[in-house]
């Protein structure tokens, strides 16, 4: 077994911890302030091959693996939580689905764009009465002619205000219950589309969360996203990518909260010692920092069965639920090491640990992964 | 135009090095080894100029196997090609200028860019002494290059001030920092550096002793800082410098 990086994947590493520290970390505080994602981040990161990491090069990928991908996204998110998810939702909610179910006419057409950062891309799954239970959809879609016609709406969405294209579920045919719900590719400039409104939020506040609106909304037949009534296999299969992502996610979160704890516990100064020489405040350095790594051996496992092209979905789920647990942890103790310096906006970390709380929710909470992996262990 | 750039293997400079017990050298287990972060705008400038009027940028490296690493993260700055000079000794500044010399007339570039110094040894000599030993034109700590028919001038930060040289090619410039603004290693160029051609040879290959005339006894901490004072008043700094620390 391997536990270490290739040259690739350290060189990946050096150039996104390089482009994080230089580029997004300089911005971070007052994108979350504005809530403001500064979208010439997305252009740069495309001319970086960011926005296409695990994709051939004859679609404009990086032809890289999903590991350098997650080493991407852990890395953004070590300063800036909400540039890990633009990156994250962008490719493995939008990107993965195309390129894995997509015709070859889909993939020379939507692809380029995507990979190379000129557009986003965002999934459109949960409804307000579709979170956990994803399969109970109201939004539907009717063949009329050469064209599909989209009604309903979707909430929550990452990227959805700024998205050039959305990969989107919808009914077909109601009475077949998940079997009846089918994936498309919405262009966000199809008519009857509409963004509706954007979120405020406890934390990744920079990363757009919006709503989509469709009324009469017609998209070419040709859309469709694999076979009619395969939408939620799609969606589930997407997920399971997905979910490598928010891992990394959740664990560059919990390394950027002990890489500021541990600088700040050997700078300032009680009882005419560092705070580094508590050994209250030493065990809690210990704790996040092995809890940390277990969470990156998950999921850089859970990416590497990926890329082996082995089934890795308990693995995944695994990876986000631990990983999403240790964020949890590894920021709320960042803010112990810091008293109350880390409550206050004058440190990045009270920032980190509002970010930490999404990771235990979006693409499936904490219990839905649970549920997951116990399937794997109980189903025959 | 071919242009050489030397690019050397160095601890990441952001940490904190540690030494070994015996004070041998620095330990390394753990520390992540980077570019040196001078040889990226060396690199940097000569891929500009390549890229604005056509020719090659050729790095060298020299060291242990693992600069290969190093190598290919400088040719996924956009250098086309590389050396490794492969060997385990700690070689002073002088016998890798003796090395590079070997490259250089194995190559005949027509300039040579290094990075001013290594983050690591801050020696800022195997340049000076690489064009000295091929009797080379030399222009150091460059802040902006410009070349012309056959020579290229050159803007130098110097102490206390600035200075433009004249020089003919081919020469040795050595970049300073404010040369330009080195880019990142896109994942499509990394993706092509692995594929790019690294010529690996040992120093007998190249016909060079590269014998150090220097070596390293032993490594030391610098001893702890005392803590600093703050002074009221220019006079009681004054008095201070005169009688206590008697410097004045
Ligand atoms: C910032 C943000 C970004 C998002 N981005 C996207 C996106 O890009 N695309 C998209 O489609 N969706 C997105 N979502 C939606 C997200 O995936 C859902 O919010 C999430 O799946 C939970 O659904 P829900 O909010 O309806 O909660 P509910 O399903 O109502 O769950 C409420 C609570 O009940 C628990 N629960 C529910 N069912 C069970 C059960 N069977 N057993 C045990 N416990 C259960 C849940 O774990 C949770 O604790 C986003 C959400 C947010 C907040």
């Known amino acids: 077994m391997d536990f270490g990086l290739t040259d690739i994947q350290r060189m990946v590493r050096d150039t996104a911890r390089k482009f994080a520290a230089e580029e997004v970390a300089p911005i971070a505080a007052a994108m979350d302030k504005s809530a403001k994602f500064e979208m010439s981040l997305v252009k740069k990161m495309g001319e970086l091959g960011f926005m296409g990491v695990a994709y051939p090069e004859e679609y404009g990928g990086a032809g890289m693996d999903y590991k350098c991908y997650a080493i991407i996204v852990e890395e953004l998110s070590s300063v800036c939580a909400s540039t890990g998810v633009v990156v994250s939702a962008h490719s493995s909610l939008c990107c993965d689905p195309i390129y894995k179910f997509g015709t070859e006419e889909q993939k020379k057409k939507y692809l380029p764009p995507l990979l190379s950062g000129e557009m986003l891309g965002c999934l459109g799954l949960t409804e307000p009465g579709a979170g956990s239970d994803a399969a109970n959809q109201k939004t539907t879609a009717r063949l009329d002619g050469d064209e599909w016609v989209i009604n309903g709406s979707k909430i929550f969405i990452t990227n959805g205000g700024p998205a050039g294209v959305a990969v989107v579920i919808a009914v077909t045919e109601k009475e077949k219950g998940s079997r009846g719900l089918s994936a498309f590719i919405v262009p966000t400039d199809s008519p009857g589309f509409r963004v509706g409104k954007e979120e405020h939020k406890l934390g990744i506040r920079a990363s757009s969360t919006a709503e989509l609106l469709f009324e009469d909304c017609r998209i070419p037949k040709e859309n469709l996203l694999g076979k009619d009534g395969d939408g939620f296999k799609i969606a589930l299969t997407t997920l399971d990518g997905g979910r490598i992502g928010i891992a990394a996610q959740a664990l560059g979160i919990a390394q950027g909260a002990l890489n500021a704890a541990v600088a700040y516990s050997k700078e300032r100064v009680q009882f005419g010692k560092p705070l580094a020489a508590f050994q209250a405040i030493q065990w809690k350095l210990a704790e996040c920092a092995t809890d940390i790594d277990a969470a990156r051996l998950l999921t850089y496992r859970a990416a590497w069965m990926k890329d082996a092209g082995m089934r890795f979905g308990t693995q995944s789920a695994m990876a986000k639920l631990f990983a999403a647990e240790t964020c949890m942890k590894a920021t709320r103790e960042a803010i112990q090491v810091f008293g109350g310096y880390g409550y206050v906006d004058e440190y990045p970390v009270e920032r980190f640990y509002r970010d930490a709380k999404i990771t235990e929710i979006y693409e499936g909470t904490s219990e839905v992964q649970k549920i997951v992996i116990s399937r794997s262990l109980t189903s025959d | ?248």
Do not use: H
């Open chain 2, 1 to 248: 135009m071919k242009i050489l750039v030397p690019v050397r293997r160095v601890p990441n400079p952001d940490i904190k090095v540690r030494l070994k017990s015996d004070g041998s050298g620095v330990d390394t287990e753990g520390v992540n080894f980077l570019v040196n972060p001078f040889d990226e705008y060396a690199i940097e400038e000569a891929v500009q100029i390549v890229e604005k009027s056509g020719g090659e940028v050729v790095l060298v490296s020299i060291g242990t196997a693992d600069c290969e690493e190093t190598l290919r993260a400088g040719l996924a700055l956009g250098a086309l090609r590389g050396w490794l000079v492969e060997t385990s000794e700690v070689l002073d500044s002088a016998a890798i200028a003796d090395v590079l010399a070997a490259v250089y007339k194995e190559e005949s570039p027509d300039l040579v860019i290094t990075g001013k110094q290594s983050v690591d040894t801050d020696n800022n000599q195997a340049a000076q002494m690489l064009a000295a030993k091929l009797d080379l034109p030399q222009a150091c700590f460059a802040f902006k290059v410009e070349l012309g028919d056959g020579k290229a001038t050159v803007e130098r930060e110097i102490d206390g001030g600035l200075d433009v040289k004249e020089i003919t090619l081919p020469a040795v410039i050595t970049a300073d920092l404010r040369l330009n603004q080195p880019r990142y290693a896109a994942l499509p160029q990394i993706m092509k550096a692995k594929r790019k051609e690294v010529k690996k040879v040992s120093l007998g290959d190249l016909g060079v002793e590269a014998k150090s005339a220097t070596k390293i006894l032993g490594l030391s901490q610098p001893p702890a800082r005392a803590a600093g004072q703050i002074v009221g008043s220019v006079e009681e700094l004054v008095d201070k410098l005169v009688n206590d620390a008697k410097v004045l």
